[in-house]
C-alpha cells in the first residue's frame, strides 16, 4: 500500500548542562570559578527532498532523537553543540501534532525547512555567578530540557487538477495519454492504488500537472473502499476533471455517477466539492447506442450548472485537445498561489498553559520576572526572529505577566529583567 501517513515521536536534544570548577594554578591565588556553559540541544528540523514520494521510510522507524549538548568545562570551555536532527520528508507532507491533529507545518510552497523542535539552551557554568559577595559560587546552571512531541505526517499531493471518478472508468489511461506518467493499466477495478502525477504540455501554453486520484466508490467520504485512503490528494488541486464512462460499459448511469461522487467528495470537504470541475466523458468510441446519446444527455444534465462536459477518448485520443487547452485556460482564471495550509498549532505555546511558577518583583528601579515558567520560554524562544518575538509578547500577555507587572506599577521607560534578558517597558 503506498505509505502517504506515519505517526511518528521526536525530541530535540535537552541543553548541556553548566560546569562547576575554580582555577587552580600554580602563582594564581584566588584564581576563582571558571566553569564553562554547556552546549546548545540539537534541533528537529524537517526539510523537503524533491528526490521523495512517499513516507514509507517512517513506517518502519517511528522514534527520532536530536543529540543532547554537552557539558560545559573547566578553564572556561564551552560544551560542543549537538547537531541538529534533520528529518527528509516528501515535498506536499503536512506534519500535525497527533493528540490535536492540529497543523504545526506544511512542508510545501517556500516552505522547504522548517525547525519544529528546538534544542535546549546550555546552562551557565559557574564563572557567570561571582559577585562581590559570592566570590565562590558553587552552582551552575542545568541546560534547559528537550521538547518532545508526537506528530502525524500526511502526504497530500501537489497537483492542479485532480482527477476523480468511479474505478475503471479510463482516468490512468487517459493520464498515460496526456502527460508522461506511466500508470499500470489494466481491466479491473482498483488498478490504481497510489495517487499517480502526470505532467501535461500544451503548445503555446503554460501547462500543468494532473493527479490521478485511485477509484472512489459509493460511500468513500465514510471510509468504504480504497478510495476514501486517497481522498485527502485532492485537497490541493485547483479544479477537477471528472471522468466516466460515457459508454456504460459496466452497466452504470454515468449521470447517477457524478451525482454520487460529488456527493462523496461534499461529505469528505464541502469546499473541495464547490472547486471548477469539467466532464470528460469518455469511451465515446465505444458508444454504439442509437436509442439515446448519452453525451447530450450529460450535457443536458450538467452545463446548465455551469460543468461544461467534453467528449473523449482516452484510447484513440477523441477531443483530448479540447479538454486540455479549456482545463488549463480555466486555470489560468483562478490564483496560482499553492494551495497550503496553515499553522495551528505551535509547540512553544504549551509553556503558555503549564502550571509552573513565576514571580514579579521589584528590585531598586528594575523590575525583575524569575521563576521555572520564565527559565522554560527563554529557554524554547528565539527572540531574534519575527515569530520568535511575537510569541514572546504573546507569552506576556497571556500568562498575567503584563498584568502584574502594570499592578506593580510599571511605567512605560521603566527597565524589566528576565534572567539575561533585559529591556525597557512600552505599551
Known sequence: MFADRAKIYIRSGKGGDGHVSFRRELYVPNGGPDGGDGGRGGDVIFEVDKGLNTLVDFRHKTKYKAQDGEEGGKKRCHGKDAKDLILKVPEGTVIREAETNKVIADMSGENQRQIILKGGKGGLGNMHFATSTMQVPKYAQPGKPAQELWVNLELKVIADVGLVGFPNVGKSTFLSRVTNAQPKIANYHFTTLSPNLGVVDLEGAKGFVIADIPGLIEGASEGVGLGHEFLRHVERTKMMIHVVDAAGIEGRDP?????????????????????????????????????????????????????????????????????????????????????????????????????????VEKEDDVFVV??????????????????????????????????????????EGDTIRMYGLQFEYYR
Open 255 to 359: 449521470v447517477e455517477d457524478i451525482y454520487k461522487i460529488n456527493a462523496e467528495l461534499e461529505a469528505y470537504n464541502k469546499e473541495i466539492s464547490m472547486r471548477p470541475q469539467v466532464i470528460a466523458a469518455n469511451k465515446v468510441d465505444l458508444i454504439y447506442s442509437e436509442d439515446e446519446d448519452p453525451i447530450q444527455r450529460l450535457r443536458d444534465e450538467f452545463e446548465p450548472k455551469g460543468i461544461k462536459v467534453f467528449p473523449i477518448s482516452g484510447v484513440t485520443g477523441e477531443g483530448l485537445s479540447d479538454l486540455l487547452y479549456y482545463v488549463n485556460n480555466e486555470l489560468q482564471k483562478l490564483d496560482d498561489k499553492p494551495i497550503v495550509f496553515e499553522q495551528e498549532y505551535f509547540p512553544e505555546e504549551e509553556i503558555i498553559h503549564m502550571d509552573l511558577p513565576y514571580t
Open 370 to 411: 524569575e521563576g521555572p515558567k520564565i527559565e522554560k520560554m527563554l529557554g524554547y524562544t528565539n527572540l531574534d526572529s519575527e515569530k520568535g518575538f511575537a510569541f514572546f509578547q504573546k507569552f506576556l500577555k497571556e500568562t498575567g505577566i503584563l498584568e502584574q507587572l502594570e499592578n506593580a506599577g510599571v511605567q
